[in-house]
C-alpha cells in the first residue's frame, strides 16, 4: 500500500460528469467524421451517424448545464475555472513558468511536481488556462451545433455570422481544438505517481495521490 499523502478532489458528481462528457465527445467526433468523410468510407449510414451525433450532442448540453449549476451552487467556479484574480496575474504567471519548466525538465529528472491540489485549487496554471477555454469555447460549440442542427430556426443568427459555411467552419475548428485538447489530457493522465492513479482516482475513489 502507498504511503502518499492522498486528498480527496474529485467527488461523484464531479467524476460522473467527467466520464459522461469523456463519452459524448468520443460519439460526437465518430460520428461528425462519419457524416463528413461518408463518401470516403461508411461504417453506419448517414442517418444513423446523425441521430447518433444529435442524441450525444443534445446530452452533452444538458450535461454542461449541470456542469455549471453544480459549480455555481459550490461557489467554485471562479476558483477552480478562473486563472487569475486581477491583483494576482503577476503571481499566477510566476506558477505557470514555474509548471512549464516542471513538465519540459523537471518531471524528467524527478522534481517534485511545483503545484500541491487541494479540494479548492485542484488545478495547476496549466490546467486552469487549459480547462478555462474548454468551457469557455463550450457555450459557441453548443450555439454552432444547435444551428446546424436546425437551420431554418437559427436562421437570423446564422446570417449575423455569415451564412452556414461560416458557422460549420467555426464548429470544425473548435472540434479540433477539442480533439487536440483530449489527446493532451490523456498524455497528462498518465503523468502521476504511477501510470494509472490520475485514471483511478476519476474512475473509482476521487483521491488523489500527491507526488
Not at 448517414?46 to 450532442?57: D, E, V
Not at 449541470?66 to 476558483?79: C, D, E, M, P, Q
Not at 488545478?123 to 444551428?147: A, E
Not at 437570423?156 to 493532451?184: C, E, K, P, Q
Request: proline share 6%; with cysteine; aromatic share 18%.
Amino acid at each position: 500500500m502507498s504511503n502518499r499523502k492522498r486528498v480527496y478532489l474529485h467527488p461523484l458528481p464531479v467524476r460522473v460528469w467527467h466520464w459522461v462528457n469523456a463519452i459524448c465527445f468520443l460519439f460526437l467526433m465518430l460520428s461528425g467524421l462519419q457524416m463528413r468523410y461518408g463518401d470516403v468510407f461508411e461504417i453506419i449510414p448517414f442517418k444513423s451517424a446523425l441521430r447518433l451525433h444529435n442524441i450525444f450532442g443534445f446530452t452533452l448540453i444538458a450535461n454542461f448545464l449541470l456542469w455549471a449549476i453544480y459549480y455555481h451552487a459550490t461557489g467554485k467556479v471562479f476558483s477552480l475555472y478562473i486563472p487569475a484574480k486581477p491583483g494576482e496575474i503577476g503571481k499566477f504567471l510566476k506558477d505557470l513558468v514555474r509548471q512549464s519548466l516542471y513538465y519540459g525538465y523537471g518531471l524528467l529528472i524527478g522534481e517534485k511536481n511545483p503545484h500541491e491540489p487541494k479540494p479548492e485549487s485542484k488545478f495547476n496554471p496549466l490546467q486552469k488556462i487549459s480547462y478555462h477555454f474548454v468551457m469557455v469555447f463550450m457555450p459557441i460549440q453548443i450555439m454552432t451545433g444547435l444551428m446546424l442542427w436546425n437551420p431554418a430556426y437559427f436562421s437570423r443568427w446564422i446570417n449575423l455570422l455569415g451564412g452556414i459555411l461560416a458557422v460549420d467552419t467555426i464548429h470544425v475548428f473548435l472540434t479540433i481544438f477539442y480533439l487536440a485538447f483530449i489527446v493532451i489530457h490523456l498524455y497528462f493522465a498518465t503523468l502521476g505517481p504511477t501510470f494509472f492513479s490520475h485514471i483511478k482516482a476519476m474512475f473509482l475513489t476521487g483521491y488523489e495521490e500527491e507526488h
